[in-house]
């Protein structure tokens, strides 16, 4: 069964870091680009960044670029995201999606990892 | 923080239809042929309803339809049926980023 599986969410203060993984099963991890998407509370979807099959190419929300870092293990399986210098409104369930012919549509999801920013 | 403007809620009975528009910009929507719709239930992850404009994917009901005309995209529920009640997103491929819409609440009456 295909599955991504996401982890290392919590509590953490303003200004600190989180990194979040995501592990792939079931399917070709490396013929796949990744992405990361979150949802605060009772709010809509927002793509966060994107990571192509080699790793060679990324990009990054506005919201995002200069304190998240997306990185991936092809050899594990597993898809990252360093998250610095969080917000408050960095708060949200963060999702990681399979890319469908790079970036034009998410056809696997996990079920997400909550991360909340407060003192 | 920009996103595609679709209308909050919509709403309909049994065996109704309903259409949830997206609109975007000629730089996303009105760029590219790949305007997706996720459907969300609380507290779940977002499953994949119609990609590039107008196709399913194996297993979404053919009561689920879309469209795209300049700007604007569009996704139909034919024949409502309660289970059809969630939110539901369109998203957008916009070159160097994915671009998702503000969501809609469906409701069945």
């Known amino acids: 069964e295909e599955q991504l599986v996401e982890s290392g969410g919590g509590l953490v203060q303003p200004g600190g870091s989180l990194r979040l993984s995501c592990a792939a099963s079931?399917?070709?991890?490396?013929?796949?680009?990744m992405h990361w998407v979150r949802q605060a509370p009772g709010r809509g979807l927002v793509w966060v960044s994107r990571?192509?099959?080699?790793?060679?190419?990324?990009t990054y929300a506005d919201s995002v670029k200069g304190r998240f870092t997306i990185s991936r293990d092809n050899a594990k399986d597993t898809l990252y995201l360093q998250m610095n210098s969080l917000r408050a409104d960095d708060t949200a369930v963060y999702y990681c999606?399979?890319?469908?012919?790079?970036?034009?549509?998410?056809?696997?999801w996990g079920r997400g990892t909550l991360v909340t920013v407060s003192s | 923080q920009y996103a595609l403007t679709q209308p909050p809620s919509a709403s309909g009975s049994p065996g109704q239809s309903v259409t949830i528009s997206c609109t975007g910009t000629?730089?996303?929507?009105?760029?590219?042929?790949?305007v997706s719709w996720y459907q969300q239930y609380p507290g779940k992850a977002p499953k994949l309803m119609i990609y590039?404009?107008?196709k399913r994917p194996s297993g979404v009901p053919d009561r689920f339809s879309g469209s795209k005309s300049g700007n604007t995209a569009s996704l139909t529920v034919s024949g409502l049926q309660a289970e059809d009640e969630a939110d539901y997103y369109c998203?957008?491929?916009?070159?160097?980023?994915?671009?998702f819409g503000t969501g809609t609440k469906v409701t069945v009456l």
């Open positions: 999606a399979r890319g469908v012919a790079g970036a034009r549509h998410f056809d696997l």
């Open positions: 079931g399917f070709p991890f490396s013929a796949y680009w």
């Open positions: 990571i192509d099959n080699e790793g060679r190419s990324i």
């Open positions: 000629s730089s996303d929507v009105g760029h590219y042929e790949y």
């Open positions: 590039e404009v107008s």
């Open positions: 998203c957008s491929y916009a070159g160097s980023s994915n671009v």
